[in-house]
């Protein structure tokens, strides 16, 4: 069992940066594979990126986000970030960190923990 709580949303000018955080308690996120999704009002929720269990360096990027949004992970602190840059007004959505024990790293319906999600605004 793990929980997973995200900071670090919140309002941000187009064409600029974020980084949100999620932080695991209960287990190790070394164990995990770790993905961010997104979901805006009235759409489905969408993969983001994603890291490989097992402290693998591994990762993954949806075609969106790919040159722009990069994962990465603090095992010493249990916390895997996403580093946003060159955010658009499309990308308004609240965001949501994810585990699994798998390697389907893309898969949503594979990932068994969720975080609470946050919410990040671009005004233009």
């Known amino acids: 069992q793990v929980q997973l709580v995200e900071s670090g949303g919140g309002l941000v000018q187009s064409g600029g940066s974020l980084r949100v955080s999620c932080t695991a308690s209960g287990r190790t996120v070394i164990s995990y594979s770790m993905g961010w999704f997104r979901q805006a009002p009235g759409k489905e929720r969408e993969f983001l990126v994603a890291i490989s269990l097992n402290g693998g360096a591994t990762t993954y990027y949806a075609d969106s986000v790919k040159g722009r949004f990069t994962i990465s992970r603090d095992n010493a602190k249990n916390t895997v970030y996403l580093q946003m840059n060159s955010l658009e007004p499309k990308s308004k959505a609240v965001y949501y960190c994810?585990?699994?024990?798998?390697?389907?790293?893309?898969?949503?319906?594979?990932?068994?923990?969720w975080g609470q999600g946050n919410q990040v605004t671009v005004y233009s």
């Open positions: 994810a585990a699994q024990g798998g390697s389907k790293a893309k898969e949503r319906y594979e990932y068994e923990y």
